[in-house]
C-alpha cells in the first residue's frame, strides 16, 4: 500500500459521496434484519430479499426465538422469493442455533472482544463467509470493518488499485489501511461501491458521466 494509493482511494470515497450523497444504509430496522438480509442477499438482489423478509414479518417470524422455533421447511417456504431458499433456511437455523447454543441468544456475547475475534466465531458458522461476516459486523455490530463486495473488487481492478485475482482478505486489509477506523466512513463506503457499480461500473462500464471518470482507468480490466 502507497502512499499514492491511499490518496486515489480516498478521492474514490470523496468523488462517490458528492456525487451520490449519504446512502442511510443498513437498508433494515434492526440488527436481526441486518443480519437475516446479509444471509439471505448472497447471490441475488436486495428487491428479492426484502420479499423474503416480508413474508417473514407477515408471518410474525422476525425475532430470533420465533426463528428458532419455525421449522425448517416452513423457514424456507416464506424465504422462497430471496432464491436458493433450502440452503439459506439451512444457514439461518445454523446462525440461530449457534447463537443459541454458544452465545444464550445474545448478539452482544456474538460480537464481544476484538474484530479479529468476533469475525472469527462469525467464519466458524457454516455458510458464513467473508462477505455476510463483515456485511453482519459493519452493519449490525457496528465494527469497522470493511465488506469486499464483487463490486467494490471491480471498480479497485479497473483503477489500478488492486491486481486481478487480488485475495478477499487483501483487498479487505489494504482498504482498512488506507482510511480513518471509522464505522461511519466504512459504512458509508461499502453503499456508495454498490450504487457506483449499480449505476456506472457494472459488467461492462459506463465510463461516460461516472464520477470517478476523471481518475486514471482501464474500463476494460
Ligand atoms: S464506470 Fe469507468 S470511470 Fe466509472 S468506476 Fe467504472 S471504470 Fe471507473
Redesign the pocket.
Known amino acids: 500500500m502507497t502512499q499514492k494509493h491511499s490518496r486515489q482511494i480516498r478521492e474514490i470515497f470523496d468523488r462517490l459521496f458528492e456525487a451520490f450523497g449519504p446512502q442511510h444504509w443498513w437498508p433494515a430496522r434492526t440488527p436481526l434484519e441486518v443480519i437475516v438480509g446479509a444471509i439471505l442477499t448472497q447471490n441475488t438482489s436486495w428487491r428479492n430479499v426484502e420479499r423474503a423478509i416480508g413474508n417473514l414479518h407477515a408471518a410474525g417470524a422476525l425475532s430470533w426465538a420465533k426463528l428458532r422455533a419455525l421449522p425448517q421447511s416452513e423457514l424456507a417456504r416464506l424465504i422462497q422469493p430471496s432464491g436458493s431458499f433450502r440452503v439459506k433456511a439451512k444457514r439461518l437455523k445454523e446462525f440461530v442455533n449457534f447463537l443459541w447454543t454458544a452465545h444464550g441468544g445474545s448478539l452482544e456475547s456474538l460480537f464481544a472482544g476484538s474484530l479479529d475475534e468476533a469475525r472469527k466465531r462469525l467464519l466458524a458458522i457454516h455458510g458464513i463467509g467473508p462477505e455476510t461476516a463483515d456485511a453482519i459486523l459493519l452493519y449490525a455490530a457496528r465494527r469497522a470493518t470493511f465488506v469486499v463486495d464483487a463490486y467494490t473488487v471491480?471498480?479497485l481492478r479497473?483503477?489500478f488499485l488492486i491486481p486481478s485475482g487480488a485475495r478477499y482478505e487483501d483487498v479487505r486489509k489494504m482498504l482498512k489501511a488506507a482510511l480513518p477506523d471509522e464505522v461511519g466512513l466504512f459504512n458509508e463506503f461499502h453503499a456508495l461501491f454498490v450504487e457506483?457499480g449499480k449505476r456506472?461500473?457494472g459488467r461492462r462500464?459506463?465510463?461516460d458521466g461516472?464520477?470517478?471518470?476523471g481518475?486514471p482507468?482501464?474500463?476494460m480490466l
Request: with cysteine; net charge positive.
Open positions: 471491480r471498480i479497473r483503477h457506483l456506472f461500473c462500464a459506463t465510463c461516472c464520477p470517478l471518470a481518475m482507468h482501464d474500463a
